[in-house]
């Protein structure tokens, strides 16, 4: 099968993440597409605000509905940094069977030469780049050829959703609603408990 593998902190998971997920499937052919939270990402300045089990959870929440999205919580059981190539790896040992397609926004592709043995991703996957905000895909294509010359990778322009989960954990800080940027499940679950407010604690709405 094609699988789509879906990585990010999804801190928290969003409406702009599903639908970016929803047409690589459609535009790449993909039979599914695998989330999969990052432990503890290298990339990232700060360290996630939600511990994993939670994001883990939301992203579940989130993806339970569709019959194509799945949710893997291989990062999580490391307790060291989690590296895309470590993961793909991984995957690869664990389903030789599958196809994959690495999906990774335009603005992580162009930092891409400091992750951590970068060559070596498109020998376990397609490289599936999508667009995001106003940066231009033309940019990613000429940056692919220099550093993966005479290998196929994939630009695939989305649909532009304003959302991030900057502005989504602001706004829960502020007391605003989140509501219509991330799923129902989503939601109800942040009513619960959000780690994003200030008090952290159980029950504010």
Known sequence: ?????????????????????????????????????????????????????????????????????????????????????????????????????????????????????????PELAHLVVVSRGDLPLSEAECRARELFPGKKIFFLPVTRLDISSTEIRRRLRAGLSVRYLVPDPVLEALKQFSGYNRSDAPGRD
Do not use: C, N
């Open 1 to 121: 099968m094609k699988i789509g593998i879906f990585g990010g902190t999804f801190d928290p998971v969003h409406l702009g993440h599903l639908r970016v997920a929803e047409e690589a499937r459609e535009g790449l052919g993909l039979s599914e597409v695998w989330f999969i939270p990052a432990g503890t990402p290298p990339h990232k300045r700060d360290e996630p605000h939600l511990p994993f089990s939670l994001r883990f959870e939301l992203v579940r929440l989130a993806t339970r509905d569709h019959p194509a999205f799945r949710v893997l919580d291989l990062e999580g059981k490391r307790p060291d940094p989690s590296y895309t190539v470590q993961t793909l790896t991984e995957l690869r040992g664990l389903y030789p069977e599958h196809e994959f397609f690495f999906i990774l926004g335009l603005d992580a592709f162009l930092e891409i030469e400091t992750w951590y043995r970068y060559r070596q991703l």
